[in-house]
Nanobody
Framework: QVQLVESGGGLVQAGGSLRLSCAASGRTFRRSAMGWFRQAPRKEREFVAT????????YYADSVKGRFTISRDNAKNTVYLQMNSLKSEDTAVYYC?????????????????WGQGTQATVSS
């Protein structure tokens, strides 16, 4: 069992930065791939970034490539999403998720556990 708690969301102006954190409980974190997804109002949940268990494989959505960076600290059971050069279209609730097989994956159905989400709002 893995419990995930996101933090770090807030209100920022366009061009600014936010750093999201996702703290995980449970021993399986170190063997899990982690992902970030987001959902904007009236839109479906979409993939943002994923990192495998060791941090050696990372994928990004095209819309965030070059602006967002995913990382993890297995000693702290935490995964991060550094978001730079934010745009109004990045406004969404951001969710972290854990996938037990440990392989980085962009598919939501491959994730076993989800956090409650943290709101990030970018004003233009």
């Amino acid at each position: 069992q893995v419990q995930l708690v996101e933090s770090g969301g807030g209100l920022v102006q366009a061009g600014g930065s936010l750093r999201l954190s996702c703290a995980a409980s449970g021993r399986t974190f170190r063997r899990s791939a982690m992902g970030w997804f987001r959902q904007a109002p009236r839109k479906e949940r979409e993939f943002v970034a994923t990192i495998n268990w060791s941090g050696s494989t990372i994928y990004y959505a095209d819309s965030v490539k070059g602006r967002f960076t995913i990382s993890r600290d297995n000693a702290k059971n935490t995964v991060y999403l550094q978001m730079n050069s934010l745009k109004s279209e990045d406004t969404a609730v951001y969710y972290c998720a854990a996938s037990s097989p440990g392989l980085a994956t962009t598919t939501p159905n491959n994730y076993d556990y989800w956090g409650q989400g943290t709101q990030a709002t970018v004003s233009s």
